[in-house]
């Protein structure tokens, strides 16, 4: 099993970034995927999840309106439209899977997690 994440860099408040997250070794269309981030002292949290089974999502309401997921089952890839971002965007943030055929959006509930990827938002 693999998740690979990419996109990540400094970017200015109000600028964007698009994550993406290649997926392997299991049957992803199958899997309820997400974004999770966590910055320094502060716990993981779920940012936007998306089941593959019913199509549904989640996002938290601090980026509610400015980032968007999507998920490409022929691609075996989620990926992750960051706009209007802001300093308090800035953390690693990570790409994980989750057996769940219903959109879950706390980490206990993702078996499969890739390294994580740095997002800077800073002028």
């Known amino acids: 099993v693999q998740l690979v994440e990419s996109g990540g860099g400094l970017v200015q408040p109000g600028g964007s970034l698009r994550l993406s997250c290649v997926a392997s070794?299991?049957?992803?269309?199958?899997?309820?995927v997400g974004w999770f981030r966590q910055a320094p002292g502060k716990e993981r949290e779920g940012v936007a999840c998306f089941s593959n089974n019913d199509g549904m999502t989640y996002y938290a309401d601090s980026v509610k309106g400015r980032f968007t997921i999507s998920s490409d089952k022929a691609k075996n890839t989620v990926s992750l439209q960051m706009n209007n971002l802001r300093p308090e965007d800035t953390a690693v943030y990570f790409c994980?899977?989750?057996?769940?055929?219903?959109?879950?959006?706390?980490?206990?509930?993702?078996?499969?997690w890739g390294q994580g990827i740095q997002v800077t938002v800073s002028s």
């Open positions: 994980p899977a989750s057996t769940m055929a219903i959109v879950v959006s706390t980490p206990e509930w993702y078996e499969h």
């Open positions: 070794g299991f049957p992803f269309e199958y899997y309820t």
